[in-house]
Structure formats: structure tokens, C-alpha cells
T-cell receptor, first 117, second 115 residues
Framework: AQSVTQLGSHVSVSEGALVLLRCNYS??????LFWYVQYPNQGLQLLLK??????LVKGINGFEAEFKKSETSFHLTKPSAHMSDAAEYFC???????????????FGKGTHLIIQP | SAVISQKPSRDICQRGTSLTIQCQVD?????MFWYRQQPGQSLTLIAT?????????ESGFVIDKFPISRPNLTFSTLTVSNMSPEDSSIYLC????????????FGSGTRLTVV
């Protein structure tokens, strides 16, 4: 079974400051990890994913995340926040991915990112 | 990535009735996934629909309440049966197209309000 914990239901940063959104996972098998963003009244957009290749993953809009097995973490970062980054961010885990045998995703509760001008 | 068309985009329904949500994908996929997002909450997997077999339901979800059809490799429906106000949520379908590396793609969702 898999689970995801996102620390901080709300995170507030100043425009131009570092964004750090925390995600810890639990998985009985090597995990596949994802970050999604949801803007108000919109669908989910994939930011980035870890699928057992490079541990530092670069995504869209300047975001990146590092898979740390020893810490069971997959924190999302962005060096400089922009007002347009304000949204809900979800970390998710899957036990199996691609090859036609994908599992569904287990989501964290989400982190609402607020950008202060 | 795959393009998913989900219908209806929103609906307001009377309690005790049923609503069928359709999900059409522009690629053939083995697995289609249905999620629920309750107001202000995260997404929860309802079931996995595999073409040619019965859907697999997650704990807390049952076929009588959420029957699923999967008649071919590009289409699925989810029915929310005997609705109550507690069923008011956004329902989303999702697919993962093997070999594309795009991750899981989500439909735009169906916003259901039960009155």
C-alpha cells in the first residue's frame, strides 16, 4: 500500500522567494512519484514525475524535485516564486507505472501555495 | 499526451437519481481510472477500469453505487447511483498511455451538485 503526506496545507512565500513544498511517501515497492498543479476551477496538470531514472527531476514552469530514498521524500522546489504559481499542488504516488500495467495514483491532501506581492 | 473528453462538465441533480459520466480518450489505453474530488479535498481513486473485465474498486467504493462500463479501449462511463448531497464532488477520469512518458493525464472533470 502507498501513502503520501504533504506537510503544510498552506504555504505562503513572497514573490521572488524560494518555493519549497514538502512531500513524504510510504510505499512497499519502489515508488513512482508525481507532482500535479491545479489552478482554480481547472483540471490537473503534470509538473514532473520520478520514474526510477535521475533522482533530480526537472519539470515545467521552473519547478524541480529530488527523490531521496533514505528520507522517503520528494520535495518540490522553485528558486523564485511568481504570482502565477499560486495554485493547489498535489504530490502523488503509484506502485506501478506504464507498460500497460499502471496502478492508479494515491494523492496527498494538497498544499495551497500563496504568493505574497 | 492523451486528450480526454469528459461529459458532462457539470450537472445539478435531484437526490435519489443517477448520473452517468462519459470519458472518451483519443488513444487506446489499457487502464482508465476514475477519481472523486470532494469540495476542498484531494483526489481519491474510485476504481480502475480495464477493458474486457470487471472494474476494480478501492476500499469504500462499491459497484452498486458507482457502476462502471468499459466497452472498448477508448471509452468508459461512471454512473453515480441513488445520489445524495454527500455525492456532490468533482469526478475525474484519467489514463496513462504506455510508452509516452507523459504520466497520467486527467480529464477536465464533472462537477456534480446533488440537491
Amino acid at each position: 500500500a502507498q501513502s503520501v503526506t504533504q506537510l503544510g496545507s498552506h504555504v505562503s512565500v513572497s514573490e521572488g522567494a524560494l518555493v519549497l513544498l514538502r512531500c513524504n511517501y510510504s510505499s512497499s515497492v519502489p515508488p513512482y512519484l508525481f507532482w500535479y498543479v491545479q489552478y482554480p476551477n481547472q483540471g490537473l496538470q503534470l509538473l514532473l514525475k520520478y520514474t526510477s531514472a535521475a533522482t533530480l527531476v526537472k519539470g515545467i514552469n521552473g519547478f524541480e524535485a529530488e527523490f531521496k530514498k533514505s528520507e522517503t521524500s520528494f520535495h518540490l522546489t522553485k528558486p523564485s516564486a511568481h504570482m502565477s504559481d499560486a495554485a493547489e499542488y498535489f504530490c502523488a504516488v503509484s506502485a506501478a507505472y506504464s507498460g500497460g500495467g499502471a496502478d492508479g495514483l494515491t494523492f496527498g491532501k494538497g498544499t495551497h501555495l500563496i504568493i505574497q506581492p | 499526451s492523451a486528450v480526454i473528453s469528459q461529459k458532462p462538465s457539470r450537472d445539478i441533480c435531484q437526490r435519489g437519481t443517477s448520473l452517468t459520466i462519459q470519458c472518451q480518450v483519443d488513444s487506446q489505453v489499457t487502464m482508465m481510472f476514475w477519481y472523486r474530488q470532494q469540495p476542498g479535498q484531494s483526489l481519491t481513486l474510485i476504481a480502475t477500469a480495464n477493458q474486457g473485465s470487471e472494474a476494480t474498486y478501492e476500499s469504500g467504493f462499491v459497484i452498486d453505487k458507482f457502476p462502471i462500463s468499459r466497452p472498448n479501449l477508448t471509452f468508459s462511463t461512471l454512473t453515480v447511483s441513488n445520489m445524495s448531497p454527500e455525492d456532490s464532488s468533482i469526478y475525474l477520469c484519467s489514463v496513462e498511455v504506455p510508452g509516452t512518458g507523459y504520466g497520467y493525464t486527467f480529464g477536465s472533470g464533472t462537477r456534480l451538485t446533488v440537491v
